[in-house]
């Protein structure tokens, strides 16, 4: 039986990307055979552990979850796209000083949770609880990443204040 | 970053090295990897517990479109050789398994796979494989398979025993003196089954070479040369005609330290079709189809004397080994009779086992192997004595443990705990281990609890492996070389999976040479470069043993380092020093050269005295004189709701002793983890059955892992005795944050509420089973508040 296929138009991580898909493929396939970009990471396909977490439109939304077909015409952001160059983001290094990563494959998506939470205007509370919350981590313990985050928003405090 | 004196390197919270590349989206896991031929596997497993295939009829899948191969049970078991188990006991029934059989033993078992252009065109390929079953009767649990009309896995065996075993001292003098005892404390203690689930699933690219005849096999793997080996013997391949490289897992904890049947059917299909081929296990899938763990139920027994003096101390263990035997087999539970004594002086001490099969998922290798279950039988019996005895548990520990001038000792279940102060470690945490609130708090009850353990590290040496029929040799084996542009590689047997030892490594050997960890690569994965190792990462080995072969290798590295430069500088060896990349006369300003300038004049052989090899490289190979026993106390306090069953973690304190921590950072990361799982197992975790066999936890709704409001913040405290046997004098590190945790909570919330202490023999603690347990117990009766 041949499945349905759709064209679709997408910006990913500030390019203009397109493909045909089938209408069953989900995003994360689309992001990570289509289109390489393999920072993305799958860890259940039913939702619960967030690492698969991308952002569409601004907002944190779990790619197994959805269809490719559901950002046509949409602005999708991958972890690739936080470092400038080589140099890491001010969250990421955070994340290096603090060893809040151990097998590294859970952290993607927190990285573009909290990246959305920061442009949200998140307490530094919201999220070490509600958003951090949403992703399931096997090697760290979780406390590592608590202090990534209260150190990079003590840092975004403080260049407000700048 | 901490530092220590005089050292550079070693003792220093130097960030980690692999990080950049993974905070980027850089790191190449199995799934991440694609070639422009490759193809999808997907593995057709059996959704019944019990049963004989009776019918294959591969025809609707080959009729799929996309699909290009589909072997059944029958094609892959004829093309392959069973998998030899790894840890034998004396006597065991079962020491090897077929790939695949036409016997089923357990829902998820691999039955056949199909190959398809894509994932979805194999997914729909496996769901038109045709099987007919012929059930049988189900037993999953391992004390009812033990019944005289249980179903029996293996009707010719007229049991479903696989082995049984006894350790420690002779089991007649051990009842004498439960016999003779003033008092004896039992209870009927069961560790639950649990799913590893590392956030990576397992999975494989196959890729044969038709024309060269070689097989290489990128893995998400903790052992490559291991998996070569039987990859080979599998595939009736030569070794050398097998190639591994193993991405460093996301995530392993023992689920991934060997090769599995689906793995090297993967590797089949490949053969066949010429092709690569990937195959990725999903989540559902993992949750069957990769080996579970702990699954024991332990008659253990605490015996005292009228002063609270440990006289004796056992366990009747029956073990759940699932299907079949895993590589491991009965491996936990007989670490679990080994380590049983722990930190304390018993009269006579030991465990008879016997391990069971079950229509279950093979139990396997998991953080704390044993240790964790072990330890929740014997803290949780010490708790029990004290409260029915009424004295503290903190001092009848003390009262009962070995000190450091006891040490070294050898218990009597043959383990030579080598140094260390367990008191110390105790006194500590008993020191800072608080109620964070009012006992009592409405309906909340208010406790704390503690843990003391002994653990086994840095497996092992090669002599014992043998001795106790574990197949896999012991020593590892390190190449440290200077390039000849002054950049360093260090080659290892050992695995990364998360745990930071490409770092620890290049510590150790920046540390060394005096070159800045920069200039360093740690090459770990590809057996084509690795030097060998049968036993990969496992058992808290890779910093002890691997690191002690880099340590030792990188010594004589910086001997000669020191000879050429006395050579060149015209200079006597005792006054060379070697730092950031230069060899320098001491006390002789200018007197120096570079160590790009000796390693390429050695590799040119140019100018080096005539005694010396040309190049700069050593291997050196370690085989530990004995185990390294690290060891710790965890105590916890805890805040019990009554009304709903919930418990949660109000401060943690950790006091750990592991010898010399390479990188302080990465080692407390390891305990953190380490104690974030045993959480999991002591409040969450549980992988359950239906009566048929049928599993109940397939999906993360069903079977909780810990989330960061689970986790307290901890704090963590470090005694430090080097170990005497390894160079370096690291111990072994990172499974001790799961082997206490359990049992530390458990003990807390028995504290907590002391009318169901009693009760507090089965982990996990969830709400229900405890709210269960208040309502047995009519706290639920009168109000509340007047309680």
């Given amino acids: 039986m041949k499945a349905e296929t759709r064209m679709i138009n997408a910006v990913v991580n ?25 920072g993305t990471h799958v860890g259940c396909e039913h939702g619960v552990c967030g690492a698969c977490t991308v952002l569409v439109d601004g907002q944190a939304v779990r790619s197994c979850l959805m269809l490719a077909v559901q950002v046509d015409g949409r602005e999708v952001e991958t972890v690739e796209s936080l470092a400038e160059d080589e140099e890491l983001s001010a969250l990421q290094q955070a994340m290096h000083e603090q060893h809040g990563l151990q097998c590294g494959f859970c952290t993607a998506g927190i990285l573009m949770s909290l990246t959305a939470a920061e442009r949200d205007g998140a307490s530094v509370e919201d999220a070490t609880c509600d958003v951090l919350g949403g992703h399931v981590c096997r090697c760290t313990g979780y406390q590592n990443i608590r202090a990534a985050i209260r150190q990079h928003w003590a840092s975004l405090a403080s260049n407000e204040e700048a | 970053m901490t530092t220590v004196e005089g050292n550079r390197y070693v003792g220093v919270s130097v960030l980690r090295v692999d990080d950049p590349q993974l905070l980027r989206g850089g790191a190449r896991f199995v799934d991440d ?17 019990h049963a004989n295939v009776v019918a294959v009829d591969r025809a609707p899948a080959q009729r799929e479109e996309g699909v290009s191969l589909v072997l059944g049970p029958d094609e892959c078991a004829a093309a392959t050789n069973p998998l030899p188990c790894v840890w034998i006991a004396p006597g065991q029934r079962q020491t090897e398994v077929p ?3 036409r016997s089923v033993h357990y829902v998820g078992q691999p039955l056949a796979i199909v190959v398809g252009e894509t994932r979805a065109s194999a997914e729909d390929g496996a769901d038109a494989v045709m099987l007919d ?27 479903n025993v696989c082995a049984e075993l006894e350790v420690g001292d002779p089991r007649e003098e051990i009842e004498d003196a439960f016999a003779s005892a003033a008092y004896v404390v039992r209870r009927r203690l069961r560790i639950q089954r649990i799913a590893v689930n590392p956030m990576e699933t397992r999975g494989i690219v196959a890729r044969w070479d038709p024309g060269t005849e070689h097989l ?15 990859l080979a013997h599998a595939l009736r391949l030569r070794i050398d005609q097998v190639r591994v490289i193993a991405r460093p897992p996301g995530g392993a904890f023992g689920a991934k330290d060997h090769v599995y049947a689906d793995e090297i059917l993967v590797c089949l299909a490949s053969m066949r079709l010429g092709r690569p081929v990937k195959w990725i296990e999903d989540r559902v899938e993992h949750l069957v189809a990769t080996f579970h ?22 366990t009747d263990i029956v073990g759940n080994l699932g299907g079949y035997p895993s590589n491991v087999g009965t491996g936990p539970f007989r670490i679990s009779m080994t380590m049983l004594p722990g930190p304390y002086r018993f009269d006579r001490v030991g465990g008879s086992l016997r391990a069971v099969l079950t229509n279950t998922t093979p139990t396997g290798a998991y953080r704390g192997f044993g240790m964790q279950e072990a330890t929740w039988v014997r803290e949780r019996l010490i708790d029990e004595a004290a409260r029915e005895l009424g004295v503290d548990p903190t001092e009848l520990r003390l009262q009962n443990m070995l000190g450091p001038s006891d040490l070294p000792h050898t218990t009597a279940t043959y383990q030579p705990y080598d140094s260390g102060d367990y008191p110390e470690a105790l006194r500590r945490v008993a ?28 497996l092992g040496p090669t002599k014992m492996q043998k001795l106790v029929g574990f197949h896999l040799s012991g020593y590892e084996r390190a190449t440290v070389r200077v390039e000849p542009d002054g950049s360093v590689t260090v080659s290892s047997g050992v695995m990364g999976m998360g745990q930071g030892i490409e770092t620890g490594l290049a510590q150790l050997a920046a540390e060394q040479l005096g070159i800045p960890i920069e200039r360093v690569r740690v090459r770990l994965g590809d057996t084509d470069v690795a030097p060998y190792s049968s036993a990969g990462s496992i058992a808290s080995r890779s910093m002890t043993v691997g690191g002690g072969a880099v340590v030792r290798a990188a010594e004589i590295v910086r001997e000669k380092l ?43 052989n140019w100018d080096i005295p005539e005694d010396e090899e040309p190049g700069l490289e050593e291997t050196f190979t370690h085989d530990p004189d004995s185990i390294s026993y690290s060891y710790a106390t965890h105590g916890v306090a805890v805040a019990v709701d009554v009304e709903t069953g919930e418990v949660r973690l109000e401060g943690y304190w950790v006091c750990h002793d592991s010898g010399v921590l390479v990188n302080p950072m990465i080692c407390d990361g390891q305990i953190v983890g380490g104690i974030a799982q045993g959480v999991g197992i002591a409040l969450l975790e549980g992988f359950r059955y239906g009566p048929d066999g049928q599993p109940l936890t397939t999906t993360y709704l069903d079977y909780l892992l810990p989330l960061s409001e689970d986790l307290p913040t901890i704090d963590i405290d470090h005694l430090c005795t080097p170990s005497p046997f390894i160079p370096g004098g690291m111990k072994g590190l990172g499974e001790g944050g799961t082997i206490p945790s359990p049992a530390a909570i458990g003990n807390a919330v028995a504290n907590a509420v002391p009318e169901i202490a009693d009760r507090i023999v089965e982990t996990p603690l969830t709400p229900d089973r405890l709210w269960t347990y208040f309502h047995e117990a009519g706290l639920h009766d009168a109000d509340l508040d007047d309680q």
């Fill in chain 2, 33 to 49: 990897l694609t070639f422009p031929d490759m193809m999808h596997a997907t593995i057709v497993r059996s959704p019944v517990a």
């Fill in chain 2, 99 to 101: 790939l695949t059989s």
């Fill in chain 2, 293 to 314: 763990a702990r699954d024991a139920l332990h008659d253990a027994r605490l015996a005292l004397d009228e002063n609270g003096r440990f006289v004796a101390m056992h």
């Fill in chain 2, 133 to 159: 079953f012929e059930q049988l009767p189900v037993v999953t649990d391992a004390e009812a398979a033990l019944a005289p009309d249980a179903p029996l896995l293996n009707p010719d065996w007229g049991t």
């Fill in chain 1, 14 to 38: 500030g390019q203009h990307r397109s493909g045909e898909v089938e209408v069953r493929t989900p995003l994360t396939d689309f992001l990570r055979a289509s289109l390489g970009l393999v």
């Fill in chain 2, 562 to 604: 020191v000879r050429l430069a006395a050579h060149h500088l015209e200079a006597a060896a005792e006054d060379v020093e070697l730092a950031d990349g230069t060899a320098r006369v001491r006390g002789v300003p200018g007197a120096d050269v570079s160590v790009a300038h000796l390693a390429e004049q050695a590799w040119l």
């Fill in chain 2, 431 to 458: 020191n800072v281990c608080r109620p964070q609130g009012p006992h009592r708090e409405g309906s909340v009850r208010r406790g704390t609890g503690i843990a003391s353990h002994v653990e086994f590290t840095g």
């Fill in chain 2, 216 to 230: 290489t096999a990128w893995m998400s793997t903790q052992v490559p040369h291991h998996a070569r080996d039987h």
